[in-house]
């Protein structure tokens, strides 16, 4: 497989547009029908074969996570993978289902390294089908241990892992207005698990402590982002956006329409339930650990305020100590260390109302993603050490997920 066949696919909107129509025509209910009946411990080990072989071909072909933005690269991928692998032990749902939505979770966002993720307004061909085009690829080269019948529901899976409830029309570069429709993600009412998994371990790292440093680094630049509850896209910029404003939808939309990032938090944290339909699926452990999720941001949120500020010396230093952490564990790569030192600098230049707040942001989320990871330590710590390896990438996902102690050791400290 050749990465550059992939992106000029991707770059042709008439290609990537019968590349889309296709993924959107398969007959997920055949396929569901004709997939082999597994164990867990037949699941597990397929998943394993799957990871470790689809990251090392990834890798010798040149993919990296250093060509994703810093809220969807290395980190991103290192959180989904173990969130994966806490839900496929506490899900009552069968083994083959779990091993297509497992990896359709882990594999979600790779993409992100193939377009811009924030070009999504103007693209055919978003993340999500760039990501399902890219493993397309893959398996013409290799079956990564999977049938075909299984290669299609993953890559199905990370295809319709954004979840749009309604279609939209979508002006391409070219000028050309096409309709995006919604993937089918049910049959008879019931969730397609190829589908759902993979959105809730995306969703399980847009909630909680995580969520917060991986949109933090997505400030860098000016971008569009969606918004799920409303179907548009809004305009997001550092200064605006990082205003301590908690508003009602009302008065957000009297004023411009773009949301502040404590509004963007609180919007998710108060879709995490099954009465939304991004959570109405929901069960057994990731009802558990959703609403663990959702309690860790909604306490971050509570802390965005501007009275009571630290002293001036404290909050220069979780500054310093908010860049660490989101340099060794939010995106432990060379981009997301150097855009955690371009925003630090760029935050130190904003209104002190706006710093006060933050400050006291930072450190709740930094204490926050400390109990996250004693969670989620305690079960990796369970897995071999060919477990815990990705590819040729990571010897160890415990040195990510594991609180770097350049910033842990003073955080903990500090009430």
Not at 48 to 67: C, K, P, R
Not at 177 to 199: F, H, M
Not at 235 to 264: Q, S
Request: proline share 4%; glycine share 6%.
């Amino acid at each position: 497989m050749e990465l550059n066949k992939v992106r000029a696919i991707l770059a042709d909107e008439v290609i990537s547009w019968e590349r889309v129509q296709r993924l959107k025509s398969t007959d997920i209910e055949a396929l569901i029908k004709q997939e082999p009946s597994l164990t867990l411990a037949e699941a597990l080990q397929k998943s394993q074969i799957f990871l470790q072989q689809g990251l090392e071909a990834l890798d010798a072909v040149g993919f990296s996570f250093e060509q994703a933005d810093s809220g969807h690269g290395l980190g991103h991928f290192t959180r989904d993978y173990a969130h994966a692998m806490r839900l496929i032990r506490g899900l009552n749902i069968p083994p083959q289902e779990l091993l297509t939505g497992l990896l359709g979770g882990i594999f979600h966002d790779i993409g992100c390294a193939m377009v811009r993720r924030y070009d999504e307004p103007r693209r055919i061909a978003r993340h999500a089908e760039a990501g399902a085009i890219l493993l397309e690829e893959l398996f013409q080269e290799t079956s990564l241990g999977l049938s075909k019948v299984e290669q299609d529901l993953v890559a199905y899976g990370v295809a319709a892992h954004t979840h749009y409830l309604k279609s939209m029309d979508v002006v391409s570069a070219e000028g050309i207005t096409r309709k995006l429709e919604p993937y089918v993600d049910t049959i008879n009412d019931k969730p397609i698990l190829a589908v759902w998994l993979p959105r809730w371990v995306d969703r399980l790292d847009v909630n909680g402590a995580g969520f917060v440093g991986r949109h933090y680094l997505t400030l860098v630049e000016q971008h569009e982002d969606f918004s799920g509850s409303e179907q548009r896209f809004y305009t997001v910029n550092f200064e605006d956006h990082l205003r301590p404003l908690l508003r009602t939808p009302e008065e957000i939309k009297a004023a411009d329409g773009n949301r502040t990032m404590r509004e963007h938090l609180a919007l998710f944290a108060s879709s995490q339930n099954n009465q939304s339909p991004y959570g109405k699926h929901d069960l057994d452990l990731m009802v558990v650990m959703r609403d663990k999720q959702t309690a860790r941001l909604q306490r971050i949120i509570g802390s965005i305020t501007p009275t009571d500020p630290l002293h001036p010396a404290v909050e220069n230093e979780i500054v310093d100590l908010w860049t660490i952490f989101l340099a060794c564990n939010v995106e432990p790569t060379r981009r997301g260390r150097e855009t955690a030192e371009t925003l630090a600098a760029r935050f130190r230049e904003l209104p002190e109302d706006t710093q006060h707040a933050w400050c006291k942001g930072f450190l709740a989320t930094m204490q926050e993603y400390i109990g996250w990871a004693e969670e989620t330590m305690s079960t990796l710590n369970k897995l071999s050490p060919a477990e815990r390896r990705l590819g040729n990438i990571v010897e160890d996902i415990t040195e990510i997920v594991a609180p770097n102690q350049l910033w842990a050791t003073t955080i903990s400290s500090m009430r």
